[in-house]
């Protein structure tokens, strides 16, 4: 089965800490993962790819095939960061593919 | 940076109603999606819409539901007979048809469907 699994539904921490947004996939074949981002009041906004192996907004996201994982980390949270955060993934180079979605999680950041 | 435009931002209907929610996507994409999100669920794929025709669909997308694009700005959804269980967040998205390896999909803000 397809799936994406993001454990917390909430993830509270202070400006300055570590975050770690934890994200499980199972797919049978050869995934592509994302990390989509919602801020308040604003539209899902891509936020990276695996594929990019980029660092946006100082985050970072590895593929781990082996634990079947995809778990998005920042060093220092700033407040700004406060916002919904979905991992998805699609099946690699599907061009038009659908996005299959996990339930999300709430990022707070507090002062 | 250009922007999909979803009108309305807010639809209530009784049930058994016909809906149709609009979007406008990205003038130079071709690829075109519409996903639901029930409220507290995940944001669900519901159907993907290529070179005139759908190119995939999802279990939701029963024939309730058609998606066109009557010219060449708009995409729409229609929804025949709105169910109570039709009531979520609506998402329109679009991407273009560079190599895969820079597609990312551009999403609307959403059309919040409210049947009673």
């Known amino acids: 089965a397809q799936r994406v699994t993001q454990p917390e539904k909430l993830l509270s921490v202070f400006k300055g800490a570590p975050v770690e947004l934890k994200c499980n996939y199972s797919?049978?074949?050869?995934?592509?993962l994302f990390w989509y981002v919602q801020y308040s009041r604003q539209r899902l906004q891509l936020l990276l790819r695996?594929?990019s192996r980029e660092s946006i907004k100082g985050f970072t996201a590895d593929l781990n095939k082996g634990e079947t994982s995809f778990h998005l980390k920042k060093p220092f949270a700033q407040e700004e960061d406060s916002a919904m955060y979905y991992c998805?993934?699609?099946?690699?180079?599907?061009?038009?593919?659908?996005?299959?979605f996990g339930q999300g999680t709430e990022l707070s950041v507090k002062p | 940076e250009p922007e999909v435009t979803q009108t309305p931002s807010h639809q209530v209907t009784q049930m058994g109603q016909e809906v149709i929610l609009r979007c406008v996507p990205i003038?130079?994409?071709?690829?075109f999606y519409w996903y639901r999100q029930i409220l507290g669920q995940k944001v669900e794929f519901l159907v993907s819409?290529?070179?005139?025709?759908?190119?995939?669909k999802s279990e939701i997308f029963d024939d309730q539901f058609s998606v066109e694009r009557p010219d060449g700005s708009n995409f729409t959804l229609k929804i025949r007979s709105t169910k109570l269980e039709d009531s979520a967040m609506y998402f329109c998205?679009?991407?273009?048809?560079?190599?895969?390896?820079?597609?990312?999909?551009?999403f609307g803000s959403g059309t919040q469907l409210s049947v009673l």
């Open positions: 797919y049978s074949g050869s995934p592509e």
């Open positions: 998805a993934l699609r099946r690699i180079y599907n061009q038009g593919g659908k996005l299959i």
């Open positions: 998205a679009s991407s273009d048809s560079t190599p895969a390896t820079n597609e990312k999909l551009f």
């Open positions: 819409f290529y070179n005139n025709e759908i190119s995939e």
């Open positions: 695996h594929i």
């Open positions: 003038s130079n994409h071709l690829y």
